[in-house]
């Protein structure tokens, strides 16, 4: 047979090349080959938390009643949608069940709101570092991140109005926030989301406020893009229970929207990928009904591994950090020359009392060639007892690395 056009044979699509492999995940190859020489590795490099998933989650799953496991509405379960609307109505937000859609995942709200406010080639504006995989959602969209930097040195709080109106331009669409933050931890106040919104207002963008880390706060309190009632046409939030409920597995995000054209498209995106798991928004039904009490057990013990963390980190001669106010992140600039090298080092080439400590370098964390280079994220997902032991390990790594 006569091949006519020997360049297109079985070439991948530009998306799939320039797709970027997870930064947080990329290493685990040289963590697995740690293990086979018996050392143990302290994972500080991924949001897993070790608290247990809620028992009314379970529970609620295993007493389900039905006798087949049909699909579910695209837009969500209607029980679940009505818990969710109460549980946003005790955080102070009037959230009604038709303004929200359920999604596979925090990750699928994150790319239904991408292709709902921009065209391919259009733009995004980011605060870098920022959660990795945005990088790979925009790239799945066809959306092109516009990255403005923040700084270790004064908590990675966002720049001033000049700063970021300077990036604007007719082919940027929206703003994308994270509060609190993921990768630093950063806490923003309510003047800084009131900025945000005024200057997604008076330029015509929409703002993507990802608000997966509401509970996890230590000092301030957390500052919903809803607490400002004239976002309503333009706002897109995105929330999940992974990190809330200790179900990352569960897979169950959610996206919220009052603009009705938007909400409409949004279930239209659903209605592709028929619905998302049905059983788990059983059991996030039954977790949404716990009370304040699960929350302040859980963020005190969060707290007292921010502070074991910072203290690690802050005897480490040279470290810049400020101490994290939300999230369960810290973002660390260390004494280093290369954090990529680094982490290699302590996977490849560095154990103390046959143990080592897995980070995730912050080149990652940016869309900026060259950015991050000596910082590193660390994810307080350990009991305290471990997360010392791993501190001080990562500490003699730190003088052992600039000694080669």
Partial sequence: MEVKNQNSLWTMSKRARDVQASPIRKLVPYADEARKKGIAVYHLNIGQPDIETPPEFWNAVKNYSGKVLAYGH???????????????????????????????????????????????????????????NYNGFATMAGVELVPIETKAEN???????????????????GIMICNPNNPTGTLFTRDEIGMI?????DNGLYILSDEVYREFVYE???????DFPEVDEFAIMLDSISKRFSACGARVGNLVTKNKELHQAAVKFGQA??????????????????????????????????????????????????KPAGAFYAMAKLPISSAEEFAMFMLSDFSEDKKTV???????????????????????????????????????????????
Avoid: W
């Avoid at 720049?159 to 669409?173: H, L, T, Y």
């Avoid at 301030?220 to 809803?226: A, K, Q, Y």
């Fill in 273 to 322: 990928r028929l619905c998302s798991p049905s059983l788990e928004q059983v059991g996030a039904e039954a977790a949404l009904q716990l009370g304040s009490d699960y929350f302040q057990k859980m963020i005190g013990e969060y707290k007292r591994r921010r502070d074991v963390v910072y203290d690690g980190l802050m005897a480490i001669d040279g470290t810049v950090c400020l």
């Fill in 155 to 173: 908590g990675f709080h966002f720049p001033s109005r000049d700063v970021i109106e300077s990036a604007i331009d007719s082919g940027v669409k």
């Fill in 197 to 201: 919104v005024d200057i997604a207002r």
């Fill in 220 to 226: 301030g309190e957390h500052v919903s893009v809803f």
């Fill in 358 to 404: 897995m980070i995730a370098p912050g080149p990652g964390f940016y869309a900026t060639p060259g950015m991050g280079a000596d910082e590193c994220r660390i994810a307080y997902v350990l009991n305290t007892d471990d997360l010392k032991d791993a501190m001080r390990i990562l500490k003699l790594g730190v003088e052992a690395f600039n000694k080669r």
């Fill in 74 to 132: 695209s837009q969500g379960l209607a029980s679940y949608l009505e818990a969710l609307s109460g549980y946003y109505k005790k955080c102070g937000l009037e959230i009604e069940p038709d303004n929200i859609v359920v999604t596979t995942g925090g990750s699928e709200a994150i790319v239904f709101a991408f292709l709902l406010i921009a065209e391919p080639g259009e733009k995004i504006i980011v605060f870098e570092p920022f959660y990795t």
